[in-house]
């Protein structure tokens, strides 16, 4: 069973960075396609990043400023964010999918989630 565990959230000011980290467990790590999401408070769930194929896509709002990167030794990917604003307040969450095709995949697992609070 795959286990995904983030850390590195917190609290940081409008035009401030930073970087996430989610730990990857009980699988193969190098053969799930991983993401971020975030739940915003209006309980809208949106792509942050991906790495799908060991391609990287990013929402055209957020491809200058996030980088998304796996560690394949150390079975961890990261989310560097920079120059993040008010309404990108969330809860941040790890995503780990394989088979079928990334937007309906077969297996689809989530971490507990992780918050980030931008204070203008």
């Known amino acids: 069973q795959v286990q ?17 980290s989610c730990a990857f ?6 053969l799930y396609h991983m993401g971020w999401y975030r739940q915003t408070p209006e309980n809208r769930r949106e792509l942050v990043a991906a790495i799908i194929s060991n391609t990287t896509t990013y929402p055209d709002s957020m491809k200058e400023r996030f980088t998304i990167s796996k560690d394949n030794a150390k079975n961890t990917v990261y ?42």
């Open 79 to 120: 989310l560097q964010m920079s120059n993040l604003q008010p309404e990108e307040t969330a809860v941040y969450y790890c995503n780990a999918r394989r088979g079928g095709i990334y937007k309906y995949p077969i297996y689809d697992y989530w971490g507990q989630g992780t918050q980030v609070t931008v204070s203008s």
């Open 4 to 20: 995904l565990e983030e850390s590195g959230g917190g609290s940081v000011q409008a035009g401030g960075s930073l970087r996430l």
């Open 25 to 30: 467990s009980g699988a193969v790590f190098s």
